[in-house]
Structure formats: structure tokens, C-alpha cells
């Protein structure tokens, strides 16, 4: 399946099967017949064909994500220099604020080479799930916190407080706030505190990175919510005022191991990292 698993790449990443069939020097029917190999093989369907384009299923972004790793570590298995690495690898998720935190703990370690990967919470879960990641640092689902295909090892919560480069007066309806977007793990939690309160907030900008939240709070466009350790430079600086505000806002930070990995909750590595987390 190795060679299978070439090709699969290979079209992916030409997005053609004619320019993939060319690239590898082999015939159109012969790699249309090597992929329905592959999918046999998985019983999935991988890609979808069309006179115009080729459509990838999300079981292929998966399967592709996947493949990549492997080749990778077969690679390194043909190598006889790198088959006397002595270093284990984990693949470890974050979210931006928990690689924040924990970049300094994986630079000391010698005996372990960490391949990190930071992303939203939602996608990290969506990795999880199909296997991707040793361990899964990310806001937690509020309603479903459960993943069928991981186990959740621990939980702590985290408070997101009010900032901004300027004093708001401490009527919270007045308020412009810059949220996260609509569609992260954290807005959720945010948008339920605001609606245990009965406030409809003003909203004056919504994104997916919180550095560009720090930056339009630093430029006194309203108020931001984020983690505390974040922003605590620009605090420390004065160049950040915590609001003091009616309100607080919590997120339910999680680990979380996929099931049938190879790391446990027992394992020291994963207590010394959360540890070193919280």
C-alpha cells in the first residue's frame, strides 16, 4: 500500500489525476486503478471526479493528512542513519494560548522531539478524532465535552478578563467589545455568560487570532476578553487596564488522548504537561 499511498499524494497535491499520471510516469488507467486499490482497501471513497474538478471528501483530507506522516516515518525507516534516532516523537495540538504557555517545556526536553501543531480548538478535535494527534490541548466543546474517539484526561478552567488601553465605564451594555469569532469553542463560552445575564453585548470586531484582539484593544477600540497570562506584559506595562466589570468569563481548558494511543494518563510526560500547563 506504500506505493498506493505515493500516488494518493501525488494527486492530491497536483489536484489532476491526468498531471498526477504524468508527474509519475505511469498511465491514466493505471493510477485510477491503484487509487480504487486504496480506497477498497480503506472502504472509503478518498476523491470525487467531475469533467471539471477533482473533489477531495473529507475521509481523503484525512486519509492525505495521514499518509504524509506515514511516508514520512518510512522514509526514515530506509535510512539506517535515522533508524538510530534515539529521540521519540509526539504530535501534540494546541490552541494559540496553550503553545504560549507550554513552548518553553517542550525546549528542554532531549529526550523527546514534540511536532506541534497549533490550530483552532474546533479543528484540533477534528484531528483527534482521526488519529493525527498524541495528545490534544483545546477548548473544550460547553455542550458535548466527550469526543467518541478520545478520551479527556483533564479539565481546568481558565478566565478570560476585560482589557483595554482605555478606562469604559462599567455599564457592560455600553460596552464595544472585540470577541472571538462566532464560530470558535470560546465564543460560546462567551456568549453563554453574556446570556445567563440577559446582555445583549455590542460587538465591534470578531476574530480568529488573538494577537489582532490584543492589538485593536491596545489601540483602544473596546474592550477584549483574553487570557490573562496573554496580555500580561501589556499589563504589567500599563499599556492594558483590566475593566472592572460586572461579568466574569470563564473557558474549560481539556487534554485529551486519542483512544488506542500510545500514551496513557499515567504516563509522567502527560502529568508533567499539563502540570506545566495549568
Given at each position: 500500500?506504500?506505493?498506493?499511498?505515493?500516488?494518493?499524494?501525488?494527486?492530491?497535491?497536483?489536484?489532476?489525476?491526468?498531471?498526477?499520471?504524468?508527474?509519475?510516469?505511469?498511465?491514466?488507467?493505471?493510477?485510477?486503478?491503484?487509487?480504487?486499490?486504496?480506497?477498497?482497501?480503506?472502504?472509503?471513497?478518498?476523491?470525487?471526479?467531475?469533467?471539471?474538478?477533482?473533489?477531495?471528501?473529507?475521509?481523503?483530507?484525512?486519509?492525505?493528512?495521514?499518509?504524509?506522516?506515514?511516508?514520512?516515518?518510512?522514509?526514515?525507516?530506509?535510512?539506517?542513519?535515522?533508524?538510530?534516532y534515539?529521540?521519540?516523537?509526539?504530535t501534540?495540538?494546541?490552541?494559540?494560548?496553550?503553545?504560549?504557555?507550554?513552548?518553553?517545556?517542550?525546549?528542554?526536553?532531549?529526550?523527546?522531539?514534540?511536532?506541534?501543531?497549533?490550530?483552532?480548538?474546533?479543528?484540533?478535535?477534528?484531528?483527534?478524532?482521526?488519529?493525527?494527534?498524541?495528545?490534544?490541548?483545546?477548548?473544550?466543546?460547553?455542550?458535548?465535552?466527550?469526543?467518541?474517539?478520545?478520551?479527556?484526561?483533564?479539565?481546568?478552567?481558565e478566565?478570560?478578563?476585560?482589557?483595554?488601553?482605555?478606562?469604559?465605564?462599567?455599564?457592560?451594555?455600553?460596552?464595544p467589545?472585540?470577541?472571538?469569532?462566532?464560530?470558535?469553542?470560546?465564543?460560546?463560552?462567551?456568549?453563554?455568560?453574556?446570556?445567563?445575564?440577559?446582555?445583549?453585548?455590542?460587538?465591534?470586531?470578531?476574530?480568529?487570532?488573538?494577537?489582532?484582539?490584543?492589538?485593536?484593544?491596545?489601540?483602544?477600540?473596546?474592550?477584549?476578553?483574553?487570557?490573562?497570562?496573554?496580555?500580561?506584559?501589556?499589563?504589567?506595562?500599563k499599556?492594558?487596564?483590566?475593566?472592572?466589570?460586572?461579568?466574569?468569563?470563564?473557558?474549560?481548558?481539556?487534554?485529551?488522548?486519542?483512544?488506542?494511543?500510545?500514551?496513557?494518563?499515567?504516563?509522567?510526560l502527560?502529568?508533567?504537561?499539563?502540570?506545566?500547563?495549568?
Open positions: 500500500m506504500i506505493e498506493e499511498l505515493k500516488r494518493f499524494i501525488t494527486v492530491i497535491e497536483e489536484n489532476s489525476i491526468t498531471k498526477a499520471a504524468e508527474k509519475l510516469f505511469i498511465t491514466q488507467p493505471a493510477l485510477s486503478l491503484s487509487l480504487k486499490r486504496l480506497e477498497k482497501e480503506l472502504d472509503t471513497k478518498l476523491i470525487k471526479r467531475n469533467t471539471k474538478q477533482l473533489i477531495i471528501t473529507p475521509d481523503g483530507m484525512a486519509v492525505y493528512a495521514t499518509a504524509k506522516k506515514v511516508l514520512s516515518l518510512w522514509e526514515n525507516m530506509k535510512d539506517p542513519s535515522k533508524r538510530n534515539k529521540k521519540e516523537i509526539i501534540i495540538g494546541m490552541f494559540d494560548n496553550a503553545a504560549l504557555k507550554l513552548a518553553s517545556f517542550f525546549s528542554k526536553k532531549d529526550t523527546i522531539h514534540f511536532e506541534m501543531i497549533i490550530d483552532s480548538s474546533k479543528k484540533l478535535q477534528q484531528y483527534v478524532k482521526q488519529g493525527l494527534l498524541d495528545i490534544c490541548i483545546c477548548v473544550v466543546n460547553i455542550q458535548n465535552k466527550q469526543i467518541s474517539e478520545a478520551n479527556l484526561m483533564f479539565t481546568a478552567e478566565v478570560l478578563v476585560p482589557v483595554s488601553s482605555k478606562e469604559w465605564d462599567n455599564n457592560i451594555k455600553e460596552i467589545f472585540i470577541l472571538y469569532n462566532s464560530n470558535s469553542e470560546t465564543r460560546n463560552y462567551i456568549d453563554n455568560t453574556f446570556q445567563k445575564n440577559n446582555i445583549n453585548p455590542i460587538i465591534v470586531a470578531q476574530s480568529t487570532s488573538t494577537s489582532f484582539m490584543k492589538e485593536l484593544a491596545l489601540n483602544g477600540i473596546g474592550v477584549a476578553l483574553l487570557p490573562k497570562n496573554f496580555v500580561q506584559n501589556e499589563i504589567k506595562e499599556r492594558l487596564f483590566i475593566q472592572e466589570l460586572s461579568l466574569e468569563w470563564k473557558r474549560t481548558i481539556g487534554l485529551y488522548l486519542p483512544k488506542g494511543g500510545s500514551l496513557t494518563s499515567e504516563a509522567k502527560i502529568t508533567n504537561v499539563w502540570s506545566y500547563f495549568k
